[in-house]
């Protein structure tokens, strides 16, 4: 059975490249447009199980489009999350209304994006992806939390398997100390940095061979590859 197809409709390429990247890494197939027209020729030529749509584009409003896709018979029934920086109570009502899915704002973290795109998937009946995140001999599976470094497995902490997690979903992309602060300890947190260093030299230690996938930016952050 082939991945799920998702498209993305988003002008900002920075966001397009991440949503991308994560999904890709979850197994998934992406189509990304930055316009309302691509979006709809590629439509014509093969449909998504789902699409991520950005309110705020440069040719066509993204609830114009959305009205359009669930007056139109082949798109009645497609789900589609809105992805946008409007955060009000009146704009989401606005986007379930017009006949959205499920809402997203920016910013938003990968691993929430992810949730509620399988999330949505199963609701709908579509194929969601596997949960299983795989990188060469390293495989993670979210669901019985469990993780395999080549074919054994590895004992881990629940913070430990939260940032490795979010390491192998960003696979290929540096992440920011900060960034991993926030999302695996939290915004309020209050201790130091040194608490990620020292999980991320527990994890190496750990997962042995597959703990050089782990690589130091120098005074930026990790990344997996």
């Known amino acids: 059975m082939p991945d799920p197809l998702i498209y993305i409709v988003e002008d ?66 497609l789900p589609v999350i809105m992805v946008t920086a409007k955060s009000s109570e009146i704009d989401t009502v606005k986007g379930l209304d017009a006949g959205a899915d499920d809402y997203i704002t920016k910013p938003f973290g990968v691993m929430e994006l992810i949730s509620r795109v399988k999330a949505l998937l199963r609701r709908s009946g579509r194929r969601p992806a596997s949960d299983k995140i795989e990188l060469d001999e390293l495989i993670l599976d979210p669901d019985k939390r469990l993780c395999l470094s080549d074919g054994a ?59 050089s996938h782990i690589k130091t930016v120098r005074n930026v952050g990790y990344m997996i590859s």
């Open 12 to 77: 900002d390429t920075n966001i397009l490249e991440i949503e991308t990247y994560a999904l890709k890494g979850n197994g998934f197939l992406i189509k990304g447009f930055d316009r309302a027209l691509p979006f709809y020729e590629a439509l014509t030529a093969e449909m998504p199980d789902l699409v991520l749509l950005d309110i705020m584009l440069p040719d066509e409003d993204g609830m114009k489009i959305l009205k359009k896709l669930r007056n139109r018979q082949d798109t009645r029934r």
């Open 153 to 211: 497995v590895v004992e881990l902490t629940y913070k430990e398997f939260e940032l490795l997690q979010y390491l192998m979903i960003n696979a290929g992309i540096v992440v920011k100390r900060d960034m991993l602060m926030d999302q695996i300890w939290g915004m309020d947190y209050e201790g130091e940095s040194r608490t990620l260093d020292a999980h991320i030299k527990s994890l190496r230690k750990k997962l042995g061979v597959s703990g």
